[in-house]
């Protein structure tokens, strides 16, 4: 146990000042998200500004691609948020069917995507990486959109996510989506509160 602590400090040690930075503005977002402040945008902005550079450096193409749609999420995110909102602070939930729906073809897509990216890239944990990013990409959509249920997507994505991580030798990044899950679960609790009975759609 004292040698797994020890190699642990030595690669923390080893991580990048912009890792440590992307990180915080990270733990930010969500802390915020999960709290609706609107302020959480502005933090991913500069997070995930900084991540498409990290992820292009460790061979993660599909990551590299996520982050820079991340970037344009931040402003859209920052769009709707703004909005007035119905008396339930603008909070959503979806039917268990829609859901399934979705669960679908975002399963087909990710199969799809790492299969192609297979004739084109030569890059380990394409499957992961491609599974991870286009469950993201849904996501983040619906955190823009306010639909309660995101913290439950998020909550399986960021198992996946600090797993890929670690062993791509990103530590303080694996040791941040640990994290991201107890924030999910505060999230999913704290957005519950306002909503009414009766579920709304978008």
């Known amino acids: ?30 802390w915020l998200a999960a709290r609706q402040n ?46 007035p909102d119905d008396g339930q602070q603008g909070i959503i939930s979806w039917p268990l069917r829609r859901h399934l729906c ?22 380990q944990y394409l499957y992961l ?16 959109h306010k639909v309660l249920e995101n913290w439950l997507y998020w909550m399986v994505i960021n198992s996946f996510a600090s797993y890929l991580y670690f062993i791509k030798d990103m530590h303080l990044t694996g040791l941040l989506f640990v994290g991201y899950l107890g924030f999910a679960i505060y999230g999913y609790v704290s957005w519950k509160k306002p909503l009414k009975p009766q579920s709304d759609s978008i």
């Open 1 to 30: 146990m004292e040698m797994l602590l020890i190699t642990l400090a030595s690669h923390l040690a080893a991580q990048s000042w912009a890792e440590l930075i992307a990180v915080l503005l990270a733990l930010a977002y969500v």
């Open 38 to 83: 609107i302020w959480c945008w502005p933090a991913a902005l500069f997070s995930t500004g900084i991540y498409t550079w990290l992820f292009w450096e460790v061979s993660l193409p599909f990551h590299t691609g996520l982050n820079a749609y991340y970037l344009l999420m931040a402003v859209y995110g920052w769009l709707q948020w703004r909005k």
């Open 102 to 123: 979705w669960l679908a073809i975002l399963a087909l897509s990710s199969l799809a995507l790492s299969q192609f990216a297979t004739m084109v890239l030569d890059a």
């Open 129 to 144: 990486d491609a599974f991870i990013t286009v469950f993201s990409v849904f996501t983040t959509v619906l955190v823009a």
